[in-house]
């Protein structure tokens, strides 16, 4: 089913220096949403941009349907970017920014006409044909901008964090949107954004990405339960990270006792991370629980209460639904399939 | 203080040296003073429609039409290269193209003379190759290259000032869309230059209008420019009416074309310099 249409292989680039990337190897299947994740300065936008022919990888390959596509100017590219601040032409009104591609490639003045009015319904800004750019809202901005990208019909349409000027509750509308139009329109997607949420609601598959390299490329529900290292567990949602020891195999030590597992094929005796998600750690009558505490802090999150329980010298940070007044002694409990166990990532 | 009381300082500046004198010129334009004392007249302006001050009129506007086009032709492409130079290196080619506007304008100008005259370098230098070269100096030519070497900065300038603002992520897009290098020049980075073009346009079409110096320089005694007509008025003949009336009709000249400039710029936002 994983019909590819885009490989990047071994592809490397470096500005003045700089390693920005590092050996990128990525497959990008046909009618995908793939997400690039990262945070700033991890090379997601250069990836995007080595895609989209504005910069050129140093070394490495890109191949676009089976065809090396290294040195193609964007212009002879078959996809479309939407771009972080829209970029507009702001001397052309709607119409004539959406119509910019299509009069390139000589079309039929009524085509035209009708392809505009289509992609202009398509993104909830009928009757806009006329409108100057600078009248328009960020969120208005930004749909057109989308349909003046996906009026050339482009296989795959590139997009460097889309949303990141708009407030809160557009972005989240407009989330919804893309997914919407990406499905119905059955091309695929490639996102470029930092914000974690984005990527879990929006995509089929997540690249996490940390100073130009992959950490790991996945599902959301793969990346979110079974995130490779600590740095993506903690990208990806909060986590409580702790130095442990792997001591045999589904057997880990950690805040002074042993706990049962579900990992396996450490060394005897390794140093391992041990993340434990918010949510997983259900708090107990304090002689009930594995690890005892008391409650430091607690903040309303909405549907959810943050606690922090100051517990065997560590700090456990815990989400529950119930919410226990602070100084409360309480106890932990967590179930050995809920203990993530991951390399320590040594840092260069 | 009072915030208006502030402004007594430049309105009265302004009343001096700005009202007062075009009063002045205004009242000589359509008055004519003498022993019967002083009396309304259009004589003045009458006298600068006869055929041989039209054609004065008529050859400033051609001289200074082409030293404009000359100055965009070139200016352009110039004002492109600044602009797309990396930032240290762009600095520095905008001081470099600075420096000389630092120096004297008569400096200047005198410097082509000497460049150009009879026994001049470049007379010289062809000579010694054999080439029997036609006078250099004083021609319309020769008035149209000190305009152009004067006035280009003002060319350039305004469109790179409006061509470094240009997103970049706008160019991309073209191209991204489909648009190949030409295109994107076309469509999209000329007409945004637009307003820098126009500020150009204006700040060396002015005074290529009105110069009396590089005309005289370059000119010699007989060429005469209106610059050159109105300076004989009030330094020479002291035919001060005339000269006034001359000065009144080319400042409608330039009201008149700025105004169309103008409206063209609040149409495309402004930039440039204005």
Known sequence: MHEEIIRLVNVSKSFDDQQVLQDINLSIGRNEFVTLL????????????????????????????????????????????????YALFTHMNVYENIAFGLKIKNMDKKDIDRKVKEVLRLVNLSGYEKREINSLSGGQQQRIAIARALVNEPQVLLLDEPLGALDLKLRKDMQLELKKIQQSLGITFIYV?????????????IVVMKDGRIQQIGTPQDIYNEPVNAFVADFIGESNIIDGVMVKDYYVEFAGSGFECVDKGFEPNENVDVVIRPEDIK?????????????????????????????????WMVHSTMMEPVNTKVGMKITPYDIHIMKKVTEE | MKKHLMAYPYALWILIFIIVPL??????????????????????????????????????IKIAAISTAICLILGYPMAMILASKNLSKKSLLVVLFVIPMWMNF????????????????????????GVELPSLLYTENTVILGMVYNFLPFMVLPIYSVLVKIDKAVLEAAEDLGATPIIVFRRVIFPLSLPGVSSGIIMVFMPALTTFVISRLLGGAHFTLIGNLIEQQFLTTMDWGFGSALSVVLM???????????????????????
Not at chain 1, 41 to 61: M, P, W
Not at chain 2, 106 to 123: F, S
């Open chain 1, 193 to 205: 954004t930092h914000d974690q949420e984005e990527a879990l609601t929006m995509s089929d598959t």
């Open chain 2, 252 to 274: 409608l000249m330039i009201m008149v074309s700025m105004g169309v400039a103008m409206r063209y710029e609040k149409e495309n936002e402004g930039g440039g310099l204005w």
């Open chain 2, 106 to 129: 008569l400096a200047r100008t005198y410097a082509w003379m000497t460049l150009l005259e009879k026994n001049g370098l470049i007379a010289t230098i062809m000579e010694f190759f």
């Open chain 2, 23 to 60: 009063a002045l010129i205004l009242f000589y334009s359509v008055f004519s003073i003498d022993a019967e004392g002083i009396h309304f007249t259009l004589e003045h302006f009458r006298r600068v429609f006869e055929p041989i001050y039209l054609a004065v009129f008529f050859r400033s």
């Open chain 1, 283 to 315: 708090l107990v009558p304090a002689e009930e629980g594995m690890i005892e505490g008391v409650v430091e802090s607690v903040i309303f999150k909405g549907v959810h209460y943050e606690m922090i329980i100051y517990g065997r010298g560590l700090r």
């Open chain 1, 38 to 85: 990262g945070p700033s300065g991890c090379g997601k936008t250069t990836t995007l941009r080595i895609i989209g022919g504005f910069e050129i990888a140093d070394t490495g390959d890109v191949i676009f349907e089976g065809k090396k596509i290294n040195n193609l100017p964007p212009y002879k590219r078959n996809l479309n970017t939407v771009f972080q601040r």
